[in-house]
């Protein structure tokens, strides 16, 4: 009887030379996100340690990048300098509005202790403006936009302290309560706040060394209260004429938008 031949079983490997040309890919991505991340980075010395590690990690101390390959493009780049001079120019121009802006409030506050304004002007610096609140009742007569005679005298300081802002944006604002108000002259509380901040302004630019390019008035109305109308005392507070130094230069947010805060 013949034997018959026995088949050893043998075991089937997966063709795995794929990885081969998958590994070499990976490689040469690595490679391109690094010198992408070397053209846009300012900083030589950590492109060229990161990229000294990264080559250690992958090829075991061998340098997939050569480094002389990269000196060009370790380089400073001339846009991100110019944007590290604007930045750093911009920042100056920040730290030297704040330094006048703060001079400016501090000349106003001891113009109101000085005069007995305390209860009548206040002044705000945030970081959007330089805010001078001025009570109606300091301007004019109840129900009225014409400006008192005797308020003359504060426009005219004020206008004289705004001399030194020349180039700025001064925004005039009036405001009113939410008791309704319907004459023949003001139908309303926007005829009202819009007419006190008008001819406020216009006394404001009544020192030609002003620019009335850079002034515009605005009525609000009663849509922008600081107190409750529900009492007498926040009615009252209600009822004011805002000046409002515009910065030029503003803090952005994370959002990339000039920070406001009124």
Do not use: C
């Amino acid at each position: 009887m013949s034997k018959k031949t026995r088949h050893e079983p043998h075991e089937e490997h997966a063709d795995e030379s794929w990885l081969i040309p998958y590994a070499d890919l990976m490689t040469l991505l690595l490679a391109l996100f690094i010198v992408l991340y070397g053209m846009s980075s300012t900083d030589a010395k950590k492109f060229e340690e990161m990229s000294q590690a990264f080559s250690s990690v992958l090829t075991g101390g061998i340098g997939v990048l050569d480094q002389n390959a990269f000196e060009s493009n370790t380089k400073t780049n001339p846009i991100a300098k110019d944007s590290s001079e604007g930045l750093m120019k911009k920042n100056e121009l920040m730290r030297k509005e704040q330094a006048n802006l703060e001079a400016l409030k501090k000349r106003l506050d001891n113009y109101i202790k000085e005069n007995g304004l305390t209860t009548q002007l206040d002044t705000q610096l945030n970081h959007s403006r330089l805010m001078i609140t001025i009570s109606d009742n300091a301007l004019f007569a109840s129900g009225d936009a014409e400006v008192k005679p005797e308020a003359r005298k504060l426009a005219k300081a004020i206008s004289t302290m705004l001399e030194q802002f020349p180039d700025y944006e001064v925004v005039v604002s009036g405001h009113t309560d939410n008791i309704p108000i319907s004459t023949s002259e003001f139908p309303s509380n926007w005829d009202l706040s819009s007419g006190r901040a008008l001819n406020f302004m216009k006394i404001l630019l009544l020192n030609d060394k002003l620019n009335p390019k850079m002034f515009s008035s605005t009525g609000q109305g009663e849509y922008h209260p600081v107190a409750s109308n529900k009492t007498s005392e926040g009615r009252a507070k209600n009822r004011r004429v805002e000046v409002s130094i515009i910065r030029k230069y503003q803090e952005e947010s994370k959002t990339g938008i000039p920070a406001i805060n009124k």
